[in-house]
């Protein structure tokens, strides 16, 4: 039945050869259950941007098509006014749009904003891994394997010279 479920979720089929007590089971999950409107609501995105114009009208592009789908914007740049306002403005018809600005240091160079934007990008890495560490912690999820200081499936290559 969880294979009938998720063909009618992405393609309106209803299924023929389930059981009665299975074909109620079905329906009143699929009245109780809107499955796609949450699977594209409030997804975050990260940008990550260099100061060249070039590269911030590329940015604005690109969070305007995500905005409008949904997504919360997360940006990660130097100072800039129409990156910030962009980020700012709500899409129209949206009642929980978040967004966050990470201002990185004044360079002025594509390849320094981009390491420095690298920099914010690892704290990040180590907080969730922290975060999901407590959290598998508290469900005694023995050897769950995410500690930060111990990544896992890291290429026996970087270590080899």
């Known amino acids: ?75 990660i740049a130097e100072e800039n006014d129409d990156l910030i306002q962009n980020c700012k403005s709500v899409p129209e018809g949206s009642d929980n749009y978040e967004f966050i600005f990470v201002k990185l240091p004044r360079t002025e160079d594509t390849l320094l904003a981009t390491f420095s934007g690298m920099v914010v990008l690892q704290l990040l890495a180590l907080k969730m891994s922290i975060k999901k560490m407590k959290y598998l ?15 896992k499936n890291v290429s026996k290559s970087i270590t080899v010279d």
């Open 1 to 75: 039945m969880i294979s009938d479920l998720s063909s009618y979720i992405f393609e309106p089929v209803r299924p023929f050869n389930i059981l009665p007590k299975s074909q109620k089971i079905f329906d009143d999950a699929i009245k109780k259950f809107n499955f796609i409107e949450d699977m594209n609501k409030n997804y975050p995105l990260i940008f990550l941007t260099g100061p060249d114009q070039r590269d911030v009208n590329l940015t604005i592009s690109q969070i305007n098509t995500h905005k409008i789908r949904g997504a919360n914007t997360y940006l």
């Open 137 to 151: 912690n508290k469900l005694h999820i023995p050897m769950h394997g995410v500690h930060p200081d111990v990544p």
